[in-house]
């Protein structure tokens, strides 16, 4: 072979072999998308169960019939049902988080953006109902799975030390009441949610609002007063 000729197949081999390894790599990341895309729906789906029926109904023969799948095919993308129940928990407390994370998202924070951050908290549609049956299952869940336990006790710590920030920050600026610390109006804010969250589900969705209507008035109340003219 010719210099020149092998050059060329050198060149032409080199380039082939970047384009497979790009090529698959490119597959591999779809394949990831695919595969957490999957556990994701398979979460959902779990989690749609246990808010439909309890965590007893659970079983991998009724969420693969859910899924309109075998049981062969959930055990590819969970070794446990163990595993598929965490995995549902995770699904409704994040989008439950994930509101609330939003709602506390602002720059400029006074009493009116409050209101959202524990509106958000609440079951007040079908989405957050959903969500906060499961919720609740993983609340009795957790205390008898130790992982579970403190995995759910240090995130609600992230999240009460959030509220706290905007609380203080509130205080700061004098758009909110300093008799109470902000420490005790974080627990109180973060425990009657907790509360009502739980008592709201045992109301029809339609008297849920106005059940609720109290907790802002009581918000409301930690208001300053208005400067004497």
């Known amino acids: 072979m010719s210099s020149v000729r ?7 081999r080199y380039s082939w072999q970047r384009k497979f390894v790009r090529t698959e790599r ?3 990341t779809v394949r990831k998308v695919d595969h957490d895309s999957r556990r ?14 309890g965590l007893e109904a659970l079983t991998t023969r009724a969420l693969a019939k859910s899924l309109g799948c075998s049981i062969g095919v959930l055990s590819h993308y969970f070794s446990s049902k163990e595993e598929i129940v965490i995995a549902a928990f995770r699904w409704a407390d994040q989008r439950i ?8 998202a602002t720059d400029n924070p006074g009493l009116d953006s409050f209101f959202p951050v524990i509106k958000a ?19 009795s869940f957790a205390l008898t799975h130790e ?3 403190f995995a759910q006790r240090e995130k609600d710590q992230h999240f009460s030390g959030l509220m706290l920030e905007m609380i203080a920050s509130m205080q700061k600026q004098g758009k909110l009441r300093d008799d109470l610390s902000a420490e005790d109006i974080t ?9 009502m969250a739980k008592n709201l589900l045992m109301l029809p969705l339609e008297e849920r609002e106005t059940r609720a209507a109290y907790l802002f008035r009581m918000i409301e109340q930690l208001r300053p007063p208005a400067d004497p003219c």
């Open 26 to 28: 490119n597959w591999q």
């Open 121 to 139: 908290g609440l079951p007040l549609d079908e989405e957050s109902d959903l969500e906060w049956r499961v919720r609740l299952n993983l609340h």
């Open 40 to 53: 994701e729906e398979v979460a959902g789906a779990a989690a749609r169960l246990i808010a439909e029926k």
């Open 97 to 104: 988080d994930l509101r609330m994370q939003e709602a506390i």
């Open 6 to 12: 092998y050059e060329l197949y050198f060149i032409l």
């Open 147 to 149: 992982d579970s336990f």
């Open 187 to 195: 627990h109180i804010a973060f425990d009657l949610v907790i509360g």
